[in-house]
C-alpha cells in the first residue's frame, strides 16, 4: 500500500498568515492527490483533488501543489474558519486509497 | 443535491458484526457512475478506508480489514452497507459513507459512532 505521511502534526498560525501544510507519499503518485477539510464533529470536506484542482464552493485561498511524491496546501491569509485539520489522500490506487495522519492548524 | 446518510446500531459486543446501512438522497445508485464507500475514524485519530463497491458493482476492500469486512448495494432502497464481522475495541470509531469520484471522496456523511462493548 502507498503509505502517506503529514508532518508536522500540528502548527500554529495567527489569522492573516500564510500557511503551508505538507504531505509526502512513499512512492511517486504523478498527481492523484486530494486534500479535505475536517472541523471538529463534522465529516471531512474535500477541498481540493488531482494536487491543485479546487472543489466547488471551496476559497480561492486554498491552493494545493506538488506531485510525484511531495505535495504543499496552502492557506493565503488564514481566516478564523479555516482552524482545524487537514488530510492528504493518495487516489493514485483506486482500489486502497488511503489518508495521511493529518496537520491541525491551532491558534498561535 | 446529494446527500448521505448512516444509520445502524451505535453499540455492537466483541466478536459480533457490525452492520450499517447508507441511504443516498439525490442521485440513483442503479443509474449512477460513481463508486460508493465507507471510511473510518477512531476517536481522536486518523481517517482509514475500509471498503466500497464501484459503479459496476464490484467491491473492494482494505487488505488489512478483508476477510472480515462486505460491502453491498441494495439499488431498490437506493442503500449501501457494510457488514463488518468478529469486531474488537479497535473497531470502536465514527463510521462515515461517503461518494468517491474518480478516487477521491467528494461527498460524505456525518458519521455513525459506533462503539464495541460488552
Known amino acids: 500500500d502507498i503509505q502517506m505521511t503529514q508532518s508536522p502534526s500540528s502548527l500554529s498560525a495567527s489569522i492573516g498568515d500564510r500557511v503551508t501544510i505538507p504531505c509526502r507519499a512513499s512512492q511517486s503518485i504523478s498527481r492523484f492527490l486530494n486534500w479535505y477539510q475536517q472541523k471538529p464533529g463534522k465529516a471531512p470536506k474535500l477541498l481540493i483533488y488531482?494536487?491543485?484542482t479546487l472543489q466547488d464552493g471551496v476559497p480561492s485561498r486554498f491552493s494545493g501543489s506538488g506531485s510525484g511524491t511531495e505535495f504543499t496546501l496552502t492557506i493565503d491569509s488564514l481566516q478564523p474558519e479555516d482552524f482545524a485539520t487537514y488530510y492528504c489522500q493518495q487516489s493514485y490506487n483506486t482500489g486502497f486509497p488511503t489518508f495521511g495522519g493529518g496537520t491541525k492548524v491551532e491558534v498561535k | 443535491q446529494l446527500q448521505v446518510q448512516e444509520s445502524g446500531p451505535g453499540l455492537v459486543k466483541p466478536s459480533e458484526t457490525l452492520s450499517l446501512t447508507c441511504t443516498v438522497f439525490?442521485?440513483?445508485?442503479?443509474?449512477?457512475?460513481?463508486?460508493w464507500g465507507w471510511v473510518r475514524q477512531p476517536p481522536g485519530k486518523g481517517l482509514e478506508w475500509i471498503g466500497g463497491v464501484f459503479y459496476t458493482g464490484t467491491a473492494y476492500y482494505n487488505p488489512s480489514l478483508r476477510g472480515r469486512v462486505t460491502t453491498s448495494v441494495d439499488m431498490s432502497k437506493n442503500q449501501f452497507s457494510l457488514r463488518l464481522s468478529a469486531v474488537t475495541a479497535a473497531d470502536t470509531a465514527m463510521y462515515h459513507c461517503?461518494?468517491?469520484?474518480?478516487?477521491?471522496?467528494?461527498?460524505w456523511g456525518r458519521g455513525i459512532l459506533v462503539t464495541v462493548s460488552s
Open positions: 461517503a461518494r468517491i469520484r474518480t478516487a477521491n471522496f467528494d461527498t
Open positions: 439525490g442521485d440513483s445508485l442503479s443509474s449512477s457512475t460513481y463508486n
Open positions: 488531482d494536487a491543485s
